[in-house]
């Protein structure tokens, strides 16, 4: 990809993702080796514990593979006050580690439990306002998103970015925007995600444009409307969705990656591009799509 954007992919691509499901999952060593393979320059961290949380180790292992660290994914219930304390100390542990390991130009990237409120994961992609946040809920969600990355920025001098993400409670446009409202744009950048933004009923070329100075990070995961009307159509949650394909090789959905590519570039993006083709444990055959998904990227230079 033209300019200074830098294309990385992360584990989630092999079926490494924070929710606890059945199936193996290739080992970080796997994992690593394939990204590096298949032509990518970064990753992110996985889920804590996937890779060495020693920072040499960490360390060492990247350069062996000539792989950047980027980011760390990091849930919590935000909803819920009596988790931030715990979500905060979480978030800090991934930060300390990023920053030893790779330096203070790594992101924090904070996301609600997703998958743990069964009214949210069962209606992923056909999510209605009845299903979301009470005002006094948003207060409580905000102000838990202001609290871990004030810890974190403090403790670590890393920035925090909030994902978007289908499955938890800031999944549709007007749901993104109450959260981009109640931040701190100082502390929470937005991690676009271009998959889940469609998933949830969003343009991410709007998103972009609303929140161009708060997108810190971006994931490219492409989106398949077939499958999201399949699921529709059938009554799938959010899992089953994800297992028949809803997010599909790049290129392959409805996602404008020229455009994509066009807009960030226009706008002076020099962050980390993060392929994410999200797969569960097993599924598919992440290496090749890995493959296929760096050469259509390739078309975009």
């Not at 904070?110 to 306002?129: C, E």
């Not at 020229?258 to 002076?268: E, I």
Request: hydrophobic letters at 45%; charged letters at 20%.
């Amino acid at each position: 990809m033209s300019g200074s954007m830098r294309i990385a992919n992360a584990p989630c691509s092999w079926g490494v993702l924070e929710f606890d499901l059945e199936g193996e999952a290739a080992g970080y060593e796997q994992v690593l080796d394939e990204i590096a393979q298949t032509g990518y320059a970064g990753t992110e961290l996985g889920d804590w514990g996937f890779m060495p949380t020693d920072p040499a180790a960490l360390r060492a292992e990247l350069a062996q593979r000539g792989l950047d660290l980027l980011a760390a994914f990091v849930p919590v219930a935000l909803a819920n006050a009596g988790a931030h304390a715990d979500g905060e100390a979480a978030a800090v542990r991934t930060a300390q580690l990023l920053r030893d390991a790779a330096g203070e130009g790594c992101f924090i990237v904070l996301a609600d439990d997703n998958g743990s409120v069964p009214i949210r994961t069962r209606n992923a992609g056909r999510v209605t306002p009845d299903m979301g946040l009470t005002g006094a809920q948003w207060e409580t969600f905000a102000a838990g998103a202001n609290r871990v990355a004030r810890a974190v920025q403090e403790r670590t001098g890393l920035r925090t970015v909030f994902h978007h993400h289908c499955a938890g409670y800031v999944e549709t446009p007007a749901e993104i925007e109450r959260l981009m409202a109640l931040t701190d744009p100082a502390l929470v950048g937005l991690c676009l995600d271009t998959g889940h933004c469609m998933f949830g009923g969003g343009d991410p070329l709007d998103l972009l444009e609303r929140h161009a100075d708060r997108v810190w990070h971006v994931h490219f995961k492409d989106f398949d409307p077939a499958v999201a009307q399949q699921a529709r159509d059938q009554g799938w949650d959010y899992f089953a969705a994800v297992q028949n394909g809803v997010f599909c090789e790049l290129g392959q959905g409805a996602v404008d990656f020229p455009a994509m590519h066009d807009a960030l570039r226009a706008r002076g993006y020099d962050g980390w591009i993060v392929v994410e083709q999200d797969v569960l444990p097993s599924m598919g055959s992440p290496k090749a799509s890995a493959q296929r998904n760096r050469d259509y990227l390739r078309g975009l230079e």
